[in-house]
C-alpha cells in the first residue's frame, strides 16, 4: 500500500535519496531556488516540484490543493533553522519577528490543519529544539506550540539522533520531530554500530593534494604549497595551529591565524565530523583527510575529503551521478544541507519496515 508524501523545503533532494522505495510515494516537492528545484526534478523527475517561495499565499494554496487531490497522507518539512534563541524585546528582534520568512516552520501549520496527515516529519539542527517562536502573544519552544495545536489528534515524539549511531560513517546529530496519529505505530530506528573511517573510506588510495586517481569522484582538491606543506607535517587528530615549526602561513611568510579545530585532519578509528557545506576548505572545520604517516614521518593526504569519500561518509551511493554542470563546491554544499540519506530512511522506514497507513487509506487501497 503506497502512502503519498510532499516535500516542504526540499532543497535539492539529497536527504530523500533512499526514501523515493518501499511505500512512500512523494508526488510533490517544493523548494525556493530554482538552482536546487532543478536538481530535485533531475533526481525524482516524477515528482511535481513547486519552485517558489513558501510564504506566498497563492503557491500555498496550490500545494494544499494538490496534495488533497492526491491524498498525500506523510509530510517531510526541512525548514531552515531560524528563530529567537533569547526573548529579549529590542527594536532590531521587532522588525525581526514581523517577517514571516524568520519562522519558515510556521508555514508547515498550514499543511498539518489543511491535509488528513498520518504522519508529519520535521528536521533540523538540535539546536532548533531550543529556540523561540512567537505564537499566540508569546514566545514558546517549537514543541510546546506543537503540542498546544496538534495533542489532541497526534502523537508528537521528539529526539536528537546522530548520524554515527545509524551506520553512517559521519557525527551528525539532527533534531527530528514525529507526528502520527494515535492509532498508528512509528517507532525509532534500533542504534547500530558505529563505522569508523578506516573502514568506510580506509580502502582508497591516497591522494597527494590537486592529485586524480582515475577513480571517478575521486579527485584531491587543490590548495597552496605553504598550506600543504602544515598539513604534510600535522598528525591526526590534531590542527595545523599546533606545530611549532610547519604552521598555516599566507605566501607572505606571516602567520595565519585561526581556531584550534580548523586545518585539522580526522582520525582513522571514529567516523568522519559533520560534512557542512564547507566541506571543501581545507581551513574550514574539521575537514583534512587523517592520512598515512609517511617513510620520512610526514604525512599523505594533505587535503580535504574527495566528493567520493564525502559521498561515502554521508551514505550517498557512490555511482549517484549529478545534474550538468554541477560543481564540486555546489555538490558539497547540497550535501552540507542535507541530512544523511541513511539516517533519514531509517527513521522513515524504521528497522527495515513500511510504514503503515492511517484506516481509510488501507481501506482505499483495498478498494472497500
Known amino acids: 500500500m503506497k502512502i503519498n508524501a510532499i516535500s516542504l523545503f526540499a532543497s535539492a533532494g539529497i536527504g530523500e535519496l533512499n526514501l ?22 533531475f533526481f525524482y523527475p516524477e515528482v511535481k516540484m513547486f519552485q517558489g517561495d513558501i510564504v506566498d499565499d497563492e503557491l500555498k494554496s496550490e500545494m494544499i490543493n494538490f496534495a488533497k487531490k492526491n491524498n498525500v497522507k506523510f509530510l517531510l518539512a526541512t525548514p531552515p533553522c531560524q528563530g529567537l534563541s533569547s526573548v529579549g524585546r529590542n527594536k532590531h528582534q521587532d522588525h525581526f519577528i514581523k517577517d514571516r520568512r524568520n519562522f519558515l516552520v510556521m508555514e508547515v501549520f498550514d499543511y498539518i490543519d489543511n491535509l488528513d496527515l498520518d504522519y508529519v516529519l520535521i528536521e533540523n539542527v538540535p539546536r532548533f529544539l531550543e529556540m523561540y517562536f512567537p505564537y499566540d502573544s508569546g514566545f514558546y519552544l517549537l514543541e510546546n506550540i506543537l503540542k498546544s495545536r496538534y495533542e489532541g489528534k497526534y502523537v508528537i515524539d521528539i529526539r536528537v539522533l546522530n548520524a554515527k549511531d545509524y551506520g553512517i560513517s559521519q557525527s551528525r546529530p539532527r533534531a527530528i520531530i514525529k507526528m502520527f496519529k494515535k492509532k498508528l505505530e512509528w517507532p525509532w530506528p534500533l542504534e547500530q554500530p558505529e563505522v569508523p573511517l578506516k573502514d568506510a573510506i580506509g580502502h582508497l588510495p591516497s591522494l597527494d593534494s590537486g592529485a586524480k586517481s582515475g577513480i571517478k569522484w575521486h579527485e584531491a582538491k587543490g590548495a597552496r604549497p605553504a598550506i600543504v606543506e602544515a598539513m604534510r607535517h600535522t598528525k591526526p587528530g590534531t590542527s595545523a595551529f599546533s606545530n611549532k615549526v610547519y604552521y598555516p602561513k599566507k605566501d607572505n611568510g606571516e602567520r595565519i591565524k585561526g581556531f584550534h579545530n580548523t586545518y585539522k585532519r580526522m582520525v582513522w578509528d571514529k567516523p568522519a565530523p559533520a560534512r557542512t557545506t564547507y566541506s571543501g576548505s581545507i581551513s574550514s572545520h574539521n575537514n583534512v583527510h587523517p592520512g598515512r604517516v609517511m617513510s620520512d614521518g610526514t604525512y599523505s593526504d594533505p587535503r580535504v575529503l574527495t566528493l567520493l569519500e564525502t559521498f ?48 481509510e487509506l488501507r481501506t482505499e487501497a483495498l478498494g472497500v
Do not use: M, Q, W
Not at 544523511?340 to 531509517?346: A, F, G, H, M
Open 20 to 41: 523515493h522505495k518501499g511505500n512512500l510515494n512523494f508526488v510533490a516537492a517544493n523548494e525556493l531556488l530554482a538552482k536546487r528545484a532543478e536538481t530535485y526534478e
Open 312 to 359: 561515502i561518509v554521508s551514505s550517498i551511493r557512490t555511482d549517484i551521478e549529478f545534474p550538468k554542470g554541477s560543481s564540486d563546491n555546489y555538490i558539497r554544499t547540497i550535501i552540507g544541507e542535507a541530512i544523511p540519506p541513511k539516517l533519514l530512511e531509517e527513521i522513515c522506514f524504521p528497522n527495515g519496515e513500511d510504514l503503515i497507513g492511517s484506516t
